[in-house]
């Protein structure tokens, strides 16, 4: 089955709640317009990533502006929205936060970030997420993973036996470590035999400039769509059908040791 996919490769404003929502609306509706199944939204984008001062107040309480404004869209343009993460309040804490929003309008998935930066003290500001997420949209089987996380595969790993067909990663990567980026995608989406749809703010966060280079990627880690630095929607399509020939010519699944990190 053939899915549509835009990539909304977003530059977000450091602490400016309504430019970042009006954008990310434009951005979604603009998207819908070439008629694809999928949009996907970079990690916080409500906020950027991620602002030291005031985060609580900036934070959306409960997710409640963000559900809002993605089911609406979801629903008015019978479109998934994956919506990158948010900084949320719930209750004293604070998440960085996934929503999935099918195209009833409904919520498909919640997820919060597991992995937190500590280098950037995420893990000072943000508490971690429990469990790994999987859910479906329509047919198609999918898994989320924010950032840092693609460097963890043990977690990838257990969404891949989930039996999940595409991996969405979102970020704040930067451009320091671009390299790391491709080739950890890239890897994740080989040792899984998964399509992997990762997407990266640009512009700047703090001092740090943002690698874009948000990308599509097949089972065999083959590019089949790529952004630059710019803001732009990068758009390409997915076959699931690739994911059985892939599997067969090389069957990782039926060869693997069940247990070996127990060894």
């Known amino acids: 089955m053939i899915y549509r996919i835009a990539l909304l490769q977003m530059n977000v404003v450091m602490s400016d709640f309504k430019t970042n ?56 343009h019978q479109v998934h929205i994956i919506g990158g993460t948010v900084a949320v309040t719930d209750g004293k804490y604070l998440y960085n936060r996934a929503y999935c929003i099918n195209r009833s309008g409904e919520c498909a998935a919640v997820y919060d970030k597991i992995h937190r930066f500590s280098p950037s003290g995420e893990h000072k500001q943000f508490e971690r997420g429990k469990n790994p997420v ?26 891949a036996l989930q039996h999940i067909d595409i991996l969405f990663v979102v970020a704040a990567w930067p451009n320091l470590r671009k390299n790391h980026w491709n080739i950890l995608n890239r890897a994740r989406a080989i040792e899984n035999q998964i399509f992997v749809c990762a997407v990266n703010q640009v512009g700047k966060s703090g001092e740090n400039i943002l690698a874009g280079n948000s990308m599509l990627l097949d089972p065999l880690g083959n590019y089949i769509a790529q952004g630059t630095q710019q803001e732009e929607i990068i758009i390409g399509n997915i076959d699931t059908d690739q994911l059985n020939t892939v599997r067969q010519l090389i069957p990782v699944y039926e060869d693997r040791v069940k247990g070996i990190d127990t060894l």
């Open 21 to 76: 929502f009006d954008k990310a609306k434009h951005l979604i509706e603009k998207a819908a317009q070439q008629k694809v199944d999928i949009v996907v939204l970079p990690e916080m984008w409500n906020v950027g990533f991620f602002p030291k001062e005031k985060l609580h107040n900036l934070a959306d309480y409960q997710g409640q502006h963000t559900l809002d404004l993605l089911t609406q869209l979801a629903k008015k």
């Open 134 to 159: 999987s859910f479906t949209l329509g047919n198609l089987r999918a898994g989320i993973a924010t950032c840092y996380d693609i460097r963890f595969p043990e977690l990838i790993r257990k969404l």
